[in-house]
């Protein structure tokens, strides 16, 4: 079971309740679709069918005779709608096709939506529609006839070093290895919903967003309005993991029905929609060769990397960035191409570049510790280094921290190194490690906090909390800045009316809404230190009188200012861009420091010697990540993301016919993930570091490092406990029986 919380450590704030928490358990926050409307219509979508081919026709007479049918959108009745250009960055489309067909793209794509009085109506309505469609082959996956290929290395300016290629030859030890990582959805408990109401010629948008600004702005591109006109609403969001940070196509619909109609539109996707008509995490396949001395040193690693994406749009998420600067490898290669694809687009999905690439890397260095014949955390220690190939050094590192405190609590050193060589009764044990990293983001942002005379504050940031505690964070900031008790702080989130913050992905939201908020804080204390108020050092006991004398010096019952924090590095006209629906994220390798949070992860499996069954009784987390705010809203991300580590290295998979190009498993009775039965101990340690270079507050981020080296872990402690590598993710019961 989950260990209690730890007491707060060095560097580390208070482990405070979330403040939204009885909001959440009392079914009073409200989500995408909670919000009350007067007399909505109700919304459904019908998708296409095929892959590939066009619609030659549709017949609509059985649906509009359905009672309550009130309009039903195709491509022959939206051209109004405009085309907006594909951006992989936050904010933008999720897709360059924007249009409902005749031409058919990929499986599931949005062909019609249906508008009834009921949402029983709509579906009915939506079942009734005849499509006759000209289908053509599709070319599903990686190896189908008709995929093109695009090398993108040179225009993702991925890290090369030194010679490669003669230093591999040169090496005494030689490993030329492949990997796969298939097709994962994001599953958010909280469907895709979207809820559009005209009021007095301003569109209002209900929809669970992870950047607020972002979806006002594409939403009037596509309407063809001043974004002046659009209000983006979004204070709770029931999951995302990247799903909900670019604008969908569905948006537009709803407020062209709802203008249409001229009453609210409300539509909530079904879960086998959503696999289609959103983004997904693309497979993607890797070839790794690796040469090293006998000592362990490497000095050669060449990694090459090909993804999936859509036939229009070039997106990549180019992990190869970050598995060749973890170690320092004496020389570098890297490479990465796009497979283009008759499918849906792919997007952002929890720790989009470092999940498949450092599941590569992490495999196959214990593939190479093997090959020596060394403990695998040794061999990660020969190779540990302030630098990587290129010589560029790192702002802070505490990988080894991270190991030696991960092993002494999992009890490594009584590992036997032998596969097969450790057993219970039945069951084969086997034991697995591997590294965890994640850039650390930080973008520009903007904030108002508002102190009262009596104690009061109010922090308004059009940030978003997805589920990781940023209402907590935000007020705990709010609180030490201005110390005052947290219970006085009210944090309004998730509006396009307040000051912009960058897309909630990344693991940047603390980072950078916390910049904004301290700046905005500073402000306020700065005014009363100028009416003569106390010195209060920020951040001790809580006084709700210490600014009560400059209040009545300065005769005003509330102070309010506004921040912008642009960090360096940034475009002059980041905020102004912010507003724009543009974001601008830095960090991780792209200034003069390489800024990652690192960590170490241990794994336990045990399989079965007769019928191969996979468990998992236990694992250690051990992660450095900067200040830690919270470490309760900290620890619950890392184990939330050790368990989807689980998921990623046994369980999800997208299946995927590949003569059809459809999705198989499109729903949850089909796409495993994890249950109660499957998780037992999960042990997080919060390894203190400080690193002043990051970003004002010291923060990394941490929602995205935990899940990223679980599933190699996995692989590595079930070749351990089996003598089988599994190399094509996930690890599952057939593949074990050979």
């Known amino acids: 079971m989950p260990r209690a919380a730890p007491a707060p450590l060095n560097n580390m704030g208070n482990p405070e309740p979330r403040v939204d928490g009885r909001l959440k358990v009392t079914g009073a926050a409200r989500y995408g679709s909670d919000f009350p409307v007067t007399r909505p219509a109700f919304a ?5 069918a095929i892959a590939k081919g066009r619609i030659a026709a549709m017949t609509l007479d059985r649906a509009r005779a359905v009672p309550g049918v009130l309009d039903i959108l195709t491509h022959e009745n939206t051209g109004d709608l405009k085309s907006i250009k594909y951006e992989a960055g936050g ?10 067909g005749p031409d058919i793209r990929h499986d599931g794509q ?4 249906v508008v009834a009085d009921s949402f029983e109506a709509a579906r009915e309505g939506a079942y009734c529609i005849e499509t006759a469609y000209e289908s053509e082959t599709p070319s599903a996956t990686f190896g189908a006839p008709g995929v093109t290929v695009d090398d993108i290395t040179e225009q ?12 591999y030859a040169a090496a005494e030890v030689k490993l030329d290895l492949e990997y796969e990582t298939p097709t994962q959805h994001h599953n958010p408990i909280e469907l895709f919903t979207t809820t559009c109401v005209w009021q007095d010629d301003k569109l209002v948008v209900y929809e669970p967003s992870q950047f607020v600004y972002g979806l006002k702005t594409r939403t009037a591109e596509r309407l063809g309005i001043d974004p002046a006109r659009v209000h983006a609403v979004s204070p709770f969001v029931g999951g995302a993991f990247g799903s909900k940070a670019q604008q969908s196509p569905r948006t537009a619909l709803v407020a062209l029905a709802a203008r249409r109609l001229n009453r609210p539109v409300k539509l909530v996707m079904t879960r086998d929609q959503g696999f289609t008509a959103q983004t997904y995490r693309a497979e993607t396949k890797h070839r790794i060769r690796i040469g090293a001395q006998r000592d362990g040193k490497i000095v050669s690693f060449s990694h090459e990397g090909w993804e999936i994406t859509s036939r229009p749009d070039p997106y990549s998420v180019s992990g190869a960035e970050d598995s060749a600067r973890l170690y320092g490898f004496g020389a570098i290669k890297t490479r990465v191409s796009v497979v283009h694809a008759d499918r849906n687009t792919p997007g952002f999905m929890r720790s989009p570049p470092v999940v498949p690439y450092i599941y ?13 014949k060394l403990d695998p955390v040794e061999l990660r220690r020969i190779n540990d280094s302030m630098t990587d190939a290129t010589g560029k050094p790192w702002s802070s590192r505490s990988l080894m921290t991270c ?3 991960a092993a002494e609590r999992f009890g490594w050193s009584a590992r036997s190194a032998e596969p097969g060589s450790m057993r219970d009764g039945d069951w084969l044990v086997g034991w697995g490690c591997a590294s965890a990293c994640y850039p650390t983001h930080v973008g520009a942002a903007a904030a108002r906090v508002q102190l009262q005379a009596n104690g009061h504050a109010l922090v308004q940031i059009a940030a978003h909390d997805l589920g990781t505690g940023a209402y907590t964070v935000v007020a705990q900031t709010a609180a030490e800045r201005l110390a005052i008790p947290i219970s006085a702080v009210q944090v309004e989130l998730g509006d396009s009316e307040l000051p912009p913050a960058p897309v909630a992905g990344g693991s940047n939201t603390t980072a950078s809404a916390c910049s904004a908020v301290t700046k905005a804080c500073d402000a306020i204390r700065g005014k009363l230190a100028g009416a003569g108020a106390e010195a209060v050092t920020v951040g001790q006991a809580a006084r709700s009188n210490w600014y009560e ?16 924090f642009v960090p360096p590095g940034a475009p002059a006209d980041a905020i102004k861009k912010l507003y724009e629906g543009k974001p601008s994220l830095g960090g991780g390798s792209q200034g003069e420091k390489l800024m990652y949070a690192l960590g170490a992860e241990f794994v336990e499996v045990r399989v079965h010697a007769l019928t191969r069954e996979i468990r998992v009784p236990r694992m250690v987390g051990a992660f450095a990540a900067g200040h830690i705010v919270n470490p309760r809203t900290a620890r619950s991300q890392y184990m939330g993301a050790m368990i989807w580590g689980i998921a990623s290295a046994l369980h999800e998979a997208t299946e995927i016919d590949p003569k059809l190009g459809r999705y198989v498993n499109d729903n949850l009775a089909d796409y495993l993930i994890p249950v109660n039965a499957d998780i037992q101990d999960i042990d997080v340690l919060l390894v203190p570091e400080t690193d002043d270079a990051v970003n004002p507050v010291g923060v990394k981020g941490i929602g995205e490092l935990g899940n990223v080296g679980t599933a190699a872990a996995v692989a590595n402690a079930v070749y351990h406990a089996t003598g089988v590598r599994i190399r094509k993710l996930p690890v599952r019961i057939e593949k074990l029986l050979v």
């Open 44 to 48: 459904f979508l019908v998708t296409s």
């Open 91 to 100: 904010g933008g489309p999720t897709t360059s096709i924007q249009d409902l």
């Open 110 to 113: 949005i062909i019609a939506m």
């Open 156 to 167: 993702e300016g991925l890290p090369q070093a030194g010679d490669a290629d003669g230093a």
């Open 360 to 372: 590569a890397l992490e495999s196959a260095m214990d593939e190479l510790a093997i090959e020596l």
């Open 403 to 405: 190991f030696d405190q």
């Open 549 to 564: 004398e400059s209040f009545r010096k300065l005769g005003v019952g509330a102070i309010e200012e506004y921040a912008e």
